[in-house]
């Protein structure tokens, strides 16, 4: 059996408790090494075998679970934050399945919840934006036509930017080219929730010059929109005079 785990976006106490049971039972586990934090190892037995898949192809890594699941033996696959957001964990559930084995997936708290945290910010904030974009810019790895910064720009909502650290000159102009401007709030968060996590809030006129200044050019998530800005309008939820399926508001019928 294979479970694929969220480790979290680095501080080790920020696991679930489901994926910290797994990992303490794992025979095998192989982790992000590029970014999931070490210290989460600590949890795995003495006897497990652990490999680190940054120096591994997908080939490799289904070869590894092949021969834990041929001693019967489990392994957990462990994925930096969530799984699902870049976790790139599509490709190998296709390939279990092909060989007939097994898998469940636990979640775990994505970096840009974690960078909202450090932050103290809403992502939905009422009347400034009731929608979050997760995206990045094309590197590498091609982002679709119809995906392009500039065009998700248009929408002017608040925005988390992953895997864009390098590219900050390149980024800013094309969420100008949107409804941004120069003066738009905006944030870098660097490894988040880690002890070295550094928060660092500009505009998005000053995103590349702020990174360089404080020597930011990778895991870091690059956070765009009016939410990082002082107003709002307060909640209906909570408002006194706003009746809900579990409490009546106050001068109504
Ligand atoms: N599955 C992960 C994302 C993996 S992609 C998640 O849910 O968070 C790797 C990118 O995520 C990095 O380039 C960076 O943009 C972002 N990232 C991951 N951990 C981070 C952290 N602790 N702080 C800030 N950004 C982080």
């Known amino acids: ?61 289904i070869d590894a679970i092949r021969e834990a699941e041929k001693k019967g033996q489990t392994t957990v696959r462990l994925h930096t934050g969530d799984p699902s957001v870049y976790g790139a964990i599509r490709e190998q559930m296709d390939r279990l399945d092909a060989l007939g084995i097994r898998y469940d997936v636990t979640p775990g708290v994505s970096s840009f919840c974690a960078a909202a945290a450090a932050l103290f910010a809403e992502y939905t904030l009422p009347g ?37 650290a390098g590219m900050l000159p390149a980024l800013q102009e094309e969420l100008l080219k949107g409804a941004y401007v120069r003066e738009t709030p905006a944030a870098l968060v660097y490894k988040a929730s880690w002890p070295e996590e550094k928060c660092i809030r500009c505009t998005v006129g000053t995103l590349a010059v702020s990174a360089a200044e404080n020597g930011i050019d990778r895991t870091a998530l690059v956070l765009v929109g009016d939410f990082l800005s002082g107003a709002y309008e307060r909640s209906c939820l909570y408002d006194p005079v706003f009746t809900t399926g579990y409490r009546k508001g106050e001068n109504s019928a």
């Open 128 to 164: 400034i934006s009731q929608t979050v974009i997760l995206t990045r810019m094309e590197g590498r790895t091609p982002v679709p036509e119809r995906e392009r910064l500039a065009d998700l720009a248009r929408h002017g909502s608040s925005m988390a930017v992953f895997l864009s």
């Open 1 to 61: 059996m294979v479970h694929f785990v969220g480790a979290g976006p680095g501080a080790p106490d920020l696991i679930t408790l489901r994926g910290a049971a797994l990992l303490e039972k794992a025979d095998q586990v192989i982790y992000t090494g590029s970014l999931v934090n070490a210290a989460l190892l600590e949890r795995c037995r003495e006897d497990s075998r652990i490999l680190n898949s940054a120096s591994m192809t997908l080939e490799a890594v």
